[in-house]
């Protein structure tokens, strides 16, 4: 990691060598535990026999060594006890792992379990384990907990986690407003609950149940100890999520895929043709192969209704339970993929009602994979060239101060994806680090360049890359790149060899690429 | 063109607000004493300059009054050689003498900023009539003995330095930060207001002391502005114009890989350096393709890594270009596809490259209109306002590398909104790059002034780039704002679009 860090750096920025490796180079984004600070609040031990305590090991993928796995690190949370022995956590509770175990909180006996069904999106995961009679007594004491979507505003809720001898510790919270936000990966937003009060800590944790009157009203998604705000990952959320997973196959949570903009500015209504009191707020933007695509919305249209309810110039509707909430909560909590949309928008003057089916945009239809947990990154080595596959994790691990040159670029390409997705790539291939070797001589201070074609092929995805250097002409290999200095040589021969000394040499490389 | 530089240089001006004094050390036993009353270094003058700094943020505002002071040398009948950063911004310039503290006002008659040198007068220059003017001599060998002469912190009186010639190599000019020529390192002690000074040796003027490194970075280096580059400056003024230098605006990329070399048929002599990047609107830009391989610059081979063998030092092929002035031709030797191919180009100055510098001597240009503000994209006010927007940034970093000049030369920028109740729903959108204004394409600044004459529409409707709403102001009542918003923001006059 170390070394990566480094080679980046001076790829990237083209910065001054430093005498050392300086603090600031450790990636920034780290995994933050949802509560972390304690403060003196009154505490109060309750009995529950639908908790779980939830240990797991995570180990990702190194992203810029991507043949290796960075270090295993511990996580812990108080998990929900489902109908049919499942538990519910967060689905950043066992992102990556390699051990996930089970254990109660009053004896301490423990089994091991396994992921059901993840959504990293929702934020939500399902554990179970095989079948025993060990898992058999694990469960006979518990009860399965009961989710209970009928939370309002100014309703007192729970947050339960378990003291140092595994007694439950709850901390009352009111709920004071009801939004939508993105939870912990890119992506459009979901509902949220938000309280205001202190929560206090007994143990790191990653989930952490809500609870009122025995019922699970959501799970702790974030807690800021500074402005202690606590955001919660709502009970209607979960139950979308254990209705998918229940039917057998896992579509996950529906999206649009348009961008709204607000029409509160008078001038910009008068601009638009809306009378003054008129809902409706301007489609900026409309994503290709979405649900709003294929039901025949278009830039510049007035959106006024989905599925019976009235947008207002915010983008808000009159949600019956919450009040005004944002309208991508009527497609991502209310409706489900494969449901009808009705959608009536405002064209010329006139409206229009357009008719379509609920879609999902998976990850893998991005061009810029948004996220990448449990799976290591596609990579190719070849004579010392790694070529990855652009992934927001990519660059988001690079710090305010690395952003110039070649990331600014490439994050670019990730926030404005349009042109490269005309050019018919499924992927942003781009060279990602030189390793030191004799074939690759003369391009080591070389990374961040996207490759355009590979021995004349153009290049959509890792998948053609590899499949073109199987096609070199005259025992060189032509790699052009979209950016300074524009075209590498390599010769065929002398990247074999060196792949095969690459193979357990210094770098520890077990295999010279990952294409699963 | 292509470097940029690697460690922050600092420019050797002395800035009041800068007076960490560090103690020079003690000087070596000096190989021969001098006489400062004799007067031979009596055209060695000090620069005490009053500097007024353009404010990019509020551009309509005189700017910050500010001062410093450097060195210069006589060189000529009242003309005295200086680096440009010292008189970079002056509203007045005053030289003295280190025996005589009169005050003389001078004047600028050629600046040049991309090689930071500048050539001033005095007012009256019958004071300076009798003092001999320094001669320069060449480029100095490595490891020969050097001093140098200047008024640094530490005292008012003259003060010498001395040292030897470290290393003779390219180096990026910090002045404007984007330009790079002939440097040499010396290990002379070069402190703030050395800036502008000469640098001797055997009586002989062999540099002019211009930036160092802070103490913090690294020790006992310091640069001075070799001959070459002076005499080219000296050269360039003497039709009374300073034209700036020419470019040849290609990147070139070392041919060290075994494989790169057979596929572009360089043999093994270690001749020919890959062309990795052509600026299309450059001086070799309707020529020289990527992938082709330069071989030769008027008959000087030209090795795999750019350098070439030009008067006895191993040098960027880049230095012979420098030479040269605004349609001088270059002989260019270079092959394609295995072809050898000869021309003759004509050399001219890129221009795209010098908004990604600082610039000086300017008064910033604006328009503003119903409180918003719009300015060209440059190095100044990219600093001014630490934008933090990533398509202005995208812009400003790619403006060369992915050609954004061509499609828009001057790339104008929404830098603030000034809050009116006209504007107050589009404030957020301040640090936006306009794209189109009433229908128009916004490729200079002064493309705003023209598309906001259009007054056929009710609406001013201003698209910008990579947003996805364009702003719309009702005609009516943005004219009805803009004087209210001028008088409000105290703003005097509602555009400066230069001289012309």
């Not at chain 1, 690395?402 to 990331?407: L, N």
Request: with cysteine.
């Amino acid at each position: 990691m170390k070394l990566s860090q480094t080679l980046l750096l001076l790829t990237f920025s083209a910065a001054t060598l430093q005498a050392q490796t300086p603090q600031s180079e450790i990636p920034k984004k780290q995994r933050a535990p949802a509560v972390t600070e304690g403060a003196a609040v009154s505490q109060q031990v309750v009995q529950s026999n639908s908790l779980v305590k939830v240990n797991a090991t995570s180990q990702p993928y190194s992203l810029h060594l991507p043949w290796q796995k960075e270090s295993p690190s511990g996580r812990r949370g108080l998990g929900v006890v489902l109908a049919g022995n499942r538990v519910l956590v967060t689905a950043q509770m066992v992102a990556d792992a390699t051990y996930i175990e089970l254990e109660l909180p009053t004896t301490g006996q423990k089994i091991p379990a396994k992921v059901l069904a993840v959504d990293y999106e929702a934020n939500l995961a399902l554990l179970e384990s095989a079948p025993s009679d060990k898992q058999k007594a694990f469960f006979s004491g518990l009860k399965p907990m009961a989710v209970d979507v009928g939370t309002r505003i100014e309703d007192k809720v729970d947050i339960l986690q378990t003291g140092r001898v595994g007694e439950l510790i709850k901390s009352e919270l009111k709920i004071g407003k009801v939004l939508t936000r993105r939870y912990n990966v890119e992506g459009s937003g979901f509902l949220v609950y938000e309280a205001n009060n202190i929560v206090r800590s007994e143990a790191n944790s990653f989930t952490l149940p809500v609870v009122k009157g025995g019922k699970l009203v959501g799970l702790l998604l974030s807690y800021d100890s500074k402005n202690q705000v606590t955001t919660i990952l709502p009970a209607p959320i979960i139950e979308h999520f254990l209705k998918d997973v229940a039917d057998g196959s896992y579509e996950g949570f529906p999206s649009l895929g348009m961008e709204l903009q607000s029409t509160l500015d008078e001038q910009f209504r008068e601009f638009l043709g809306l009378k003054p009191d008129a809902p409706g707020v301007l489609i900026s933007m409309v994503m290709k192969g979405g649900s709003a695509e294929k039901a025949g919305m278009k830039k510049g249209d007035i959106l006024v209704a989905i599925n019976g309810f009235t947008i207002d110039s915010r983008g808000d509707y009159k949600d019956p339970q919450f009040g005004a909430l944002s309208s991508s909560h009527l497609v991502r909590g209310r409706a489900y993929v494969g449901d009808k949309v009705e959608i009536k928008v405002i064209r010329e003057g006139k409206e229009v009602t357009l008719t379509g089916e609920l879609t999902r945009r998976k990850p893998d239809d991005y061009l810029v994979l948004p996220y990448l947990f449990d799976k290591g990154p596609r990579y190719v080595l070849m004579g010392g060239l790694l070529f990855q596959e652009l992934s927001r994790p990519y660059l988001d691990a690079f710090g305010e101060e690395q952003r110039g040159g070649a990331i600014l670029r490439l994050t670019r390409i990730a926030s404005h994806p349009d042109k490269y997705e005309e050019e018919g790539r499924k992927k942003l291939v781009f060279l990602s680090l030189v390793l030191p070797t004799p074939s690759a001589q003369g391009y080591d201070k070389l990374g961040g360049q996207v490759v355009n074609k590979v021995n004349g092929k153009a290049i959509k995805d890792l998948n053609d890359l590899a499949e073109a250097f199987k096609s070199a002409k005259d025992t060189v290999h032509v790699i052009e790149l979209n950016d300074f200095p524009h075209i590498l040589y390599l010769d065929t021969f002398n990247a074999e060899r060196d792949n095969m000394r690459l193979l357990g040499g210094a770098y520890r490389i077990g295999s010279l690429k990952r294409l699963e | 063109m292509n470097t940029r530089p690697l460690l922050s240089l600092l420019a050797l001006a002395l800035l009041p607000s800068a007076l960490c004094a560090q103690p020079a050390k003690a000087p070596p036993p000096a190989a021969q004493g001098i006489d400062v009353a004799s007067g031979a270094w009596e055209g060695i003058v000090n620069i005490d300059v009053s500097v007024l700094v353009p404010d990019y943020r509020e551009p309509w505002n005189a700017g910050q009054p500010s001062g410093g002071s450097g060195t210069g040398f006589l060189i000529g009948k009242n003309r005295f050689l200086t680096n440009a950063h010292v008189v970079s911004n002056a509203t007045r310039i005053l030289i003295r003498t280190t025996n005589d503290p009169e005050p003389h006002p001078a004047k600028i008659v050629h600046i040049a900023h991309d090689c930071d040198l500048a050539l001033i007068e005095a007012e009256d220059g019958s004071h300076f009539d009798k003092l001999k003017p320094l001669e320069f001599g060449g480029i100095p060998q490595l490891n020969t003995e050097v001093i140098a002469i200047g008024y640094p912190i530490g005292g008012d009186r003259i003060s010498v330095t001395r040292g030897v010639v470290s290393r003779i190599d390219f180096r990026p000019y910090s002045h404007t930060s984007v330009d790079s020529h002939l440097a040499i390192q010396v290990d002379a002690a070069i402190n703030p207001g050395n800036s502008g000074g000469p640098v001797m040796q055997e009586g002989k003027v062999v540099g002019v002391a211009f930036q160092g490194f802070s103490g913090r970075v690294a020790q006992n280096v310091g640069y001075m502005i070799p001959v070459p580059v002076i005499k080219r400056f000296l050269k360039d003024i003497e039709d009374g114009r300073y034209d700036h230098y020419v470019d040849l605006a290609a990147s070139d990329f070392p041919i060290e890989n075994p494989a790169q070399a057979k596929a572009l048929g360089t043999g093994n002599d270690g001749v020919g350096v890959m062309v990795g990047d052509v600026e299309p609107q450059g001086s070799v830009g309707d020529l020289l393709k990527i992938g082709d391989v330069i071989l030769s610059i008027d008959e000087n081979p030209v090795m795999n890594n750019g350098l070439v063998r030009f008067e006895g030092e191993l040098m960027d092929m880049n230095e012979i270009v420098e030479r040269k002035f605004a349609g001088d031709t270059i002989k260019l030797k270079y092959m394609r596809d295995g072809k050898k191919l000869e021309a003759t180009v004509t050399l001219k100055r890129f221009d795209p490259y010098v908004r990604l510098g600082a610039q000086y001597n300017q008064r910033p240009r604006y328009i503003v209109n119903a409180g918003l503000v719009f300015q060209p994209l440059d190095r100044n006010l990219m600093d001014a306002h630490q934008m933090r927007d990533d398509t202005v940034n995208y812009v400003f970093d790619n403006f060369l590398t992915d050609k954004l000049y061509v499609e828009r030369p001057e790339p104008v920028v929404l830098t603030n909104v000034l809050p009116d109740e006209v504007n107050t729903w589009i404030t957020p959108y301040a640090h936006s790059i306009v794209d189109e204004i009433n229908g128009v394409k916004i490729k200079t600044l002064k493309d705003v002034q023209t598309a906001l004459a259009k007054k056929d529409k009710p609406f001013i409707e201003i698209v910008l780039l990579e947003k996805n709403r364009p702003l719309v102001l009702k005609r009516e009542l943005a004219e009805a704002a803009h004087k209210r918003i001028m008088q409000t923001y105290n703003i005097q006059e509602d555009s400066y679009l230069g001289d012309e």
